[in-house]
């Protein structure tokens, strides 16, 4: 499977990692291994025909999962805390000293000549337990914030993909008023040859012809300008060709109630990251406590022992001394470590405030674009079924009646305007709910049901 079509599946396999609220070791490093799976290595060097996009916003989606540098330094961050617990779990490396006795040291059963020492320390169970327990969990809030910033980076392409969707709609728009305004140009210079229409009448049809040239104009810039949003987004190369495809989405309301979503938004991986991060925080304060208490050592001496000088020779000459030893390390500076446990605690506080907040945050946000989302719906309908025929209504009306003399040129520009700005803001409206949605997915940190899903085929 190609990197594009791996990074499609990323959101659900965030989805799957998302429900455990704990993960070992292995665990972490095999959610690791599948993510990495699905992402591909950052190209500094790409050249902009390697890259081409079918106009879809999953195609942009699903090169933004795999080539984002932002991304993949937000899962680098994750590696990179996936290797901590392993390090926090070690013992303390063992000593060993090695002494040559510049003078042997007689003893009876012969001089002293070699000294081998080794030592290992064991600090108080829990120090290590409590690091590990920590960094496990702090391993795991990376991994929520990894999965926070893909949902942000989803977002942001659909913003930034629809923007560029509602300009090129809008130049189609603006295209059809040009070639409408030519149109009624040519009819009514006719007529002024013939005597039954005024110079005036044609002076304002020219002076909107060119207005409307330059709306064109601008717009294609605003085209170019939106068109580098959207490479930039999806980090791909400079100057690739962005297309976007011409059917609209399904501007459905939700299927899903506000309540709902917003229960939903309370487990979303920005809360889950602060929940973590303040229980690892506990977990350094217990190995903060643990650290007053008394660690142990055990070590071993070996002296090498040379052949005796005294004669005649003892029963045990030459044989080497071996000692067991104990030692227990006493700490002493307390107040230092009773600094530090005080301090892990206050940093458990801070983030379970975090948390809070960022719970009350993204339920805020679900309530916000929830309404949002339904309001574009709702826009696009009363478009659909009112104001466009309306509108069309109107401007075949006012055609018809300047055809017979009836009407001022005035009223039929006017008319014109008010259809083709209606068309122009039916755009705005269904790029307006593909934001939303985006925004609404990303607070509530997963796919969101609407009444009738899909898209549907939509000439413009």
Known sequence: MS????????PTVLLLFGAACASSTPQLHAQLHDVQASLGAVAEDAAPT?????????????????????LRASFETWRAATHQPDQER??????????????????????????????????????LRAGGEAASLEAIAAQRRFEAHALRVAAEVAQAYWALWRIERELEVHQAEIEVLQSLSEQVRGRVAVGTAELSDLAQIDLQLSRARDRHASLQRHRRAASATLVQ?????DQVATPVERREPRAEPLAETTTGLAVSAADHPDVRAFSRLSEAAGQRARQARAQRAPSFALGVDWILTGPSSVTPAPADDGKDAVGVSLSVQVPLWTRAYRAAGSQAQAEAAAHRSRAIDARNGVVADVRRHAELVD???????????????????????????YATGRSSVAELLLAERALLSL????????????????????????????ASSGETERAP
Request: glycine content about 6%.
């Open 90 to 127: 070690r013992m303390p490396e063992p000593t060993i000293s090695y002494t040559a006795f510049v003078r042997a040291i007689e003893t009876r059963v012969g001089p002293q000549r070699h000294r081998l020492t080794a030592s290992q320390r064991f600090p108080w169970p829990t120090t």
């Open 3 to 10: 990197i594009a079509g791996r990074a499609r599946d990323l």
């Open 50 to 70: 390697s890259v081409a996009f079918d106009g879809s916003l999953e195609s942009y989606t699903a090169f933004a999962y795999a080539r984002s540098p932002a």
């Open 423 to 450: 068309r122009s803001e039916r755009f705005g409206a269904l790029a307006d709910y593909g934001v939303e949605l985006a925004r609404l997915e990303r607070a509530v940190g997963r796919p969101v049901e609407r």
């Open 375 to 401: 309001d574009a719906a709702r826009r696009v309908a009363f478009y659909d079924s009112t104001l466009l025929p309306q509108g069309a209504t109107a401007f075949e009306s006012v055609l018809a009646s």
């Open 233 to 237: 987004v999806v980090g791909a190369p």
